[in-house]
């Protein structure tokens, strides 16, 4: 693992996202729009764009936490 700058940057994001789908079949993602740590909201962007997302749950005063699906090609968010 490695640690993340913070506000989290495009190659940041890009490289965590890349070292989870070596090893995981899916990823929680805790997700706070316009949080400090990545207030543009790249890491969602990019696992978006290259995962299927299969839950999503909003819980009060926290965001959302999103369930993504590594296995499955994403690609639903338009770019």
Do not use: C
């Amino acid at each position: 693992s490695m640690d993340l700058p913070i506000p989290v940057t495009a190659d940041a994001a890009q490289s965590v996202v890349m070292d989870i789908s070596d090893g995981y079949a899916r990823v929680w993602l805790i997700w706070q729009p316009g949080h400090y740590s990545d207030p543009n909201g790249l890491a969602k962007q990019i696992l978006d764009r290259r995962y299927h997302m299969a839950e999503a749950s909003s819980f009060r005063g926290v965001g959302e936490l999103i369930l993504y699906d590594l296995q499955t090609p994403g690609g639903s968010s338009s770019e």
